[in-house]
């Protein structure tokens, strides 16, 4: 079995279709598991196609794709309920309304609100924790609450704590394009809206960290 983790897609729908394709070449018939890190949305100029993709990937696997929620997922779900719309929208959150063709945040389709509003903020197998933002180093991965889980930076990044499992995220960019590799965590946010590649971590059951890295531009 081959677990495939996605960085923030930020709306590249084309980045998103290319590493997918790039994941069904590489798997070669074998078993796998997709997990995307959170961040699908917002930024980039086709949010609604890369909701798309993934919703229609879990509807052809249920079971084999998770989709974690980040917090500019969040920040939308915020301004559905009327709370700082202004927010999410100068936080890219205007290229997602663009993409769906409405105006505000009440005017999203409501499958895609009820999509968003089920992902779950963290995930887990036998080898690694999932997460898009980070986790509380002085609580552990399930204590960490969902503002922690969606929006954590520091501490997390620099404390090298070991949570018992592997660490795999996105929500920082990295400046050089590149994942960052830790020896307890592994950051996949490589920039992709920001012209970096879109990165997916090659994981199997052996071990936390990943095997190879993919990455599309």
């Known amino acids: 079995m081959l677990t495939y983790a996605i960085g923030d897609v930020h709306g590249r729908a084309d980045l998103l279709g290319l590493l997918l394709a790039r994941i069904e070449a590489h798997r070669a018939g074998r078993p796998r598991r997709i997990v995307c890190l959170g961040d699908v949305i917002?930024?980039?100029?086709?949010?609604?196609?890369?909701?798309?993709?993934?919703?229609?990937?879990?509807?052809?696997?249920?079971?084999?794709?998770?989709?974690?929620?980040?917090?500019?997922?969040?920040?939308?779900?915020?301004?559905?309920?009327?709370?700082?719309?202004?927010?999410?929208?100068?936080?890219?959150?205007a290229a997602t309304l663009a993409s769906y063709g409405v105006?505000?945040?009440?005017?999203?389709?409501?499958?895609?609100?009820?999509?968003?509003?089920?992902?779950?903020?963290?995930?887990?197998?036998?080898?690694r924790w999932y997460v898009h933002g980070g986790l509380d180093p002085a609580l552990g991965a399930e204590a960490s609450d969902r503002e922690t889980r969606l929006w954590m930076r520091e501490p997390f990044l620099s404390a090298g704590h070991d949570?018992?499992?592997?660490?795999?995220?996105?929500?920082?960019?990295?400046?050089?394009?590149?994942?960052?590799?830790?020896?307890?965590?592994?950051?996949?946010?490589?920039?992709?809206?920001f012209g970096g590649p879109l990165t997916a971590g090659v994981f199997t059951e052996e071990q936390g960290p990943p095997v190879e890295i993919l990455a599309v531009r």
Not at 45 to 65: K, Y
Not at 165 to 184: C, D, M, S
């Open 103 to 127: 105006a505000q945040a009440g005017d999203l389709p409501d499958d895609i609100v009820a999509w968003i509003a089920a992902l779950p903020t963290l995930h887990g197998d036998a080898q």
């Open 163 to 193: 949570f018992g499992r592997h660490v795999v995220h996105g929500h920082t960019p990295t400046r050089t394009g590149r994942p960052e590799l830790k020896a307890y965590r592994t950051n996949l946010d490589t920039g992709a809206v």
């Open 42 to 93: 917002d930024r980039g100029p086709d949010s609604a196609g890369a909701v798309a993709l993934l919703r229609e990937l879990q509807a052809r696997e249920p079971g084999a794709v998770t989709c974690l929620m980040g917090n500019h997922e969040a920040l939308l779900l915020d301004a559905v309920a009327g709370a700082r719309p202004d927010l999410w929208r100068i936080n890219g959150g």
